[in-house]
């Protein structure tokens, strides 16, 4: 069964453009949830989607959208990029029917120059 | 002040010890609680999942939930270099609510 792929793995982005990141969950996970790690900060959770609805938020500008399609695939953007931005973004997803265990792509990795 | 709290470490012990890792947190609300594990470049992989109180033994590792305390550990028993890795603990209100996770703590197993 294939993971969590997430896409680009590596990108380099100058402040004010804007970047969009790529996820296709485990087949059959309707969940879609993107993390910002940091060193200083850790996993910071920027939003959920379930079934194309946006399901919880986090505390994070709106600069930071997503969304989600109807095969599960989802998509998050990052728009006018500050050098704050530079971290590892993270998709997991998880089954509707399961406890809500989360599964981790390996990541987008974003520097802001 | 974080709702989970946990030491970064680094935590550096020699193959064969036994390892504490330790969270704390603030939201009494908690009722799963989840070890992750991330190698390097990699993504965090889930280790460990625990509903409300109580241990959780699989092979060498154990997790325990103290709630009163609002107080997780994980244990792993005779430690190995390919344990060297950042241990994340996470915890979760509800089914469908959002996972929040500690720092992490970076582990490194000597051989």
């Known amino acids: 069964k294939a993971g969590v792929t997430q896409t680009p793995r590596y990108l380099i982005k100058t402040r004010g453009q804007q970047v969009t990141l790529s996820c296709s969950p485990i087949s059959g996970h309707r969940s879609v949830s993107w993390y910002q790690q940091t060193p200083g900060q850790g996993l910071q959770f920027l939003f959920e989607y379930f079934s194309e609805t946006q399901r919880n938020k986090g505390n994070f500008p709106g600069r930071f959208s997503g969304r989600q399609f109807s095969n599960s695939r989802s998509e998050m953007n990052v728009s006018t990029l500050e050098l704050g931005d530079s971290a590892l973004y993270l998709c997991a997803s998880s089954h509707p029917t399961g406890s809500g265990e989360l599964f981790f792509g390996e990541g987008s990795r974003l520097t802001v120059l | 002040q974080k709702e989970v709290e946990q030491d970064p470490g680094p935590l550096s012990v020699p193959e064969g010890a036994i390892v504490s890792l330790n969270c704390t947190y603030s939201?009494?609300?908690?009722?799963?609680f989840m070890w992750y594990r991330q190698y390097s470049r990699k993504g965090p992989e889930l280790l460990m999942y625990t509903y409300s109180s109580g241990n959780k033994e699989d092979g060498r590792f154990t997790a325990q939930v103290d709630k009163s305390s609002k107080y997780i550990s994980l244990f792993i028993r005779d430690s190995q270099p390919s344990d060297s890795a950042t241990y994340l603990c996470?915890?979760?209100?509800?089914?469908?609510?959002?996972?929040?996770f500690g720092t992490g703590t970076k582990l490194q197993v000597i051989p």
């Open positions: 996470a915890m979760r209100i509800g089914g469908y609510q959002k996972v929040t």
């Open positions: 939201n009494s609300a908690f009722q799963y």
